[in-house]
């Protein structure tokens, strides 16, 4: 059966890594812990000592229940628990919502969600009147992994806006919100990170700079011979001019992996030909057969992103925690 394992000192080194910028962490788990398994990652970042977590929505915000805090992307209306936090995505959102713990999203130039500049007075009021509790404000960067102005713009304008709303919250004797803006990308391009910082994929190690907490391994099914000039898999797109020992694996397109045509490697050898719903033909004699074990590598087989495969490994694969490298699972 093949397994995913969850290499536990990795992501601390992560969670190191980014406390040097910024000890207070807003640690996002949202679509299964971007595939890696929502339950065995939480597990670790609690004993990590992480307190506020982003999820989402609410039926991965109940899966997660007993962080201090856990902030809902994308949440419903209604009234919830008093650690759930509901980010408002705009001014419609706000006027419908119930529940009295949000995060305000600031629209500051990715035009995805968000109140606009323009509608904040309006929010503030809807704030005032309903009795609301502003825990957090925040934005989000659309360019934070390209070089250019984009970033510091979206900054500069975020700045501005936490600037009205701490005047707000003095005028009106509440609660100062924390703020937080910095995604994965942004982590060593702001001046100032502000009072949290709001990490995905260098959690996992999906970027340069951070360790891959993910390797995927799968369990040889049969092992056989190919002769010189002979093909397999679907419609026999690898053809051997050699004579050679192949090895099939139990992983396919159903978990997850994206669909090849003509082969992709692998961390030790290759994969031939076509990938089958549920099994790869590799090259070569094994046991065991590790597909990655560093995502950054892996997607260059592919024209997408580390997201993209992680976020889709599927849920059913079995999820072993790993102390270091070298084994020692729980
Ligand atoms: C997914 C997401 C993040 C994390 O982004 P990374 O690029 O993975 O660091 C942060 N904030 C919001 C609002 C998100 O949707």
């Known amino acids: 059966m093949a397994t995913v394992f969850l290499n536990k000192s990795h992501l601390f080194y992560n969670l190191d890594k980014i406390s040097s910028v910024n000890p207070n962490i807003l640690v996002v788990i949202k679509d299964n812990a971007y595939g890696h398994g929502i339950f065995s990652v939480s597990k670790m970042l609690k004993e990590y000592g992480i307190k506020k977590v982003c999820v989402r929505n609410v039926d991965e915000a109940n899966l997660v229940r007993d962080f201090e805090e856990i902030l809902i992307f994308n949440p419903p209306a209604n009234r919830n628990a008093i650690n759930f936090s509901y980010a408002i995505n705009s001014l419609t959102q706000l006027k419908k919502n119930r529940h009295p713990y949000i995060h305000l999203k600031i629209d500051t130039g990715f035009r995805r969600n968000g109140i606009l500049e323009d509608e904040l007075d309006e929010a503030l009021e809807i704030v005032l009147k309903k ?28 700045l501005k806006i936490k600037e009205k709303i701490e005047k707000f919250c003095q005028n009106h004797n509440l609660k100062r919100p924390y703020f937080h803006i910095a995604n994965s990308a942004s982590l060593f391009k702001l001046p100032d990170t502000l009072d949290y910082v709001r990490p995905g994929i260098a959690i996992y190690g999906g970027i340069e700079g951070f360790k891959p907490v993910m390797s995927l391994v799968a369990d040889v099914v049969s092992v056989r011979e190919l002769d010189s000039k002979e093909g397999c898999g679907y419609n026999k797109t690898f053809m051997s001019d050699e004579k050679i020992k ?85």
């Open 246 to 330: 192949i090895s099939t694996i139990d992983i396919g397109y159903a978990d997850g992996i994206p669909y090849f045509k003509n082969g992709c490697k692998l961390k030790d050898t290759v994969a031939l030909g076509k990938i089958s719903m549920d099994y790869m033909i590799v090259k070569g004699e094994f046991k065991k057969v590790v597909v990655f074990d560093d995502i950054k590598e892996f997607v260059k087989n592919f024209d997408t992103i580390t997201y993209d495969i992680l976020v889709k490994i599927s849920p059913r694969i079995k999820r072993r925690i790993i102390e270091s490298n070298n084994g020692n699972s729980t």
């Open 131 to 158: 009795e609301f509790e502003i825990r957090g404000v925040f934005s989000h960067f659309c360019c934070a992994d390209e070089v250019g102005c984009d970033t510091f713009i979206q900054y500069d304008k975020f």
